[in-house]
């Protein structure tokens, strides 16, 4: 939130891996994506994370370095652990933030976090005593209300979606599941305004790759074909979508098909 005290205080010593602006010598297992430490209130402030291991990582192992507990999702079956390149967002007011980013395909996962400061903080994974990962910021490390991607320093608002997937090998080399496709892509963003946000996706493919733009009820608005080797941003018409909420992009080449939903605001 804007303009608010910082009431869970700063981290306190010596973080084992900073990957935020500088080189680690190997992927952690579990990495920050995204901070959203200012968002335009009431939206609540969240953060992302990434499970780059290639195997389910128990959720009660792990905890944020400056605070007591750990990670928890209750009583909820099948859900207590993070599935292998699985991305889940941590706010401490999940009704609220999925009111504001709309998709039911994004895990969500409820924490008392405290306040992040606005102009001066930093988090940290730990699994025990160990740091897994961190991430610092300050008042020019991105322009508030928007959030950031701490591997690339710049402001991100793709909850859900890893832009960067394609280059993480995770955990010892563990490739993920989008490096296996026959295609890469990339979106501009996964919340949109109704004829003011452009819509931009990036794919790179040695063949050819079907790209649709679909309704909340899955009906086709828009479709093109981007031919191999094409390696460029694309812009997605909005002008056939007559309304607020959500839609779906569609990618395709043969029978592999990636859907990814996107938020329209007005």
């Given at each position: 939130?804007?303009n ?12 084992l ?24 209130e ?33 009583k ?64 020019n ?12 320093g710049?402001?991100?608002n ?24 026959p ?9 949109l ?10 794919v ?14 899955g009906?086709e608005q ?30 395709s ?5 990636k859907?990814?939903g ?5």
């Amino acid at each position: 939130m804007l303009n608010k005290e910082n009431r869970s205080g700063r981290l306190i010593g010596v973080l084992l891996c900073f990957c935020g602006f500088a080189f680690c010598t190997e992927v952690p297992e579990l990495y920050f994506t995204e901070i959203h430490h200012c968002p335009v209130e009431p939206e609540p402030e969240w953060v992302e994370i990434y499970n780059a291991s290639g195997r389910r990582l128990p959720i009660g192992e792990y905890r944020f370095c400056n605070r007591a507990k750990n990670w928890s999702v209750g009583k909820t079956r099948g859900k207590d652990s993070i599935a292998p390149f699985e991305t889940v967002l941590f706010s401490r007011d999940t009704l609220l933030l999925r009111e504001y980013i709309g998709f039911r395909d994004v895990r969500l996962i409820q924490y008392a976090m405290g306040y992040l400061n606005n102009t001066a903080g930093s988090l940290a994974i730990c699994k025990g005593d160990t740091v897994i990962d961190s991430v610092a910021w300050d008042k020019n490390t991105v322009t508030c209300p928007s959030g950031f991607n701490p591997r690339t320093g710049r402001a991100e608002n793709t909850p859900g979606f890893q832009k960067t997937s394609v280059q993480d090998r995770g955990h010892k080399g563990a490739l993920s599941r989008e490096q296996t496709a026959p295609f890469t892509f990339r979106l501009s963003t996964r919340v949109l305004r109704l004829n003011k946000t452009p819509l931009r996706v990036y794919v790179e493919s040695g063949q050819t790759v079907t790209l649709k733009l679909l309704d909340s009820a899955g009906r086709e608005q828009w479709k093109t074909n981007v031919p191999p080797y094409t390696n460029a941003w694309l812009n997605v018409p909005l002008r056939p979508l007559s309304d607020i909420g959500v839609v779906y992009i569609s990618l395709s080449s043969g029978r592999y098909e990636k859907l990814v939903g996107l938020l329209v605001r007005p």
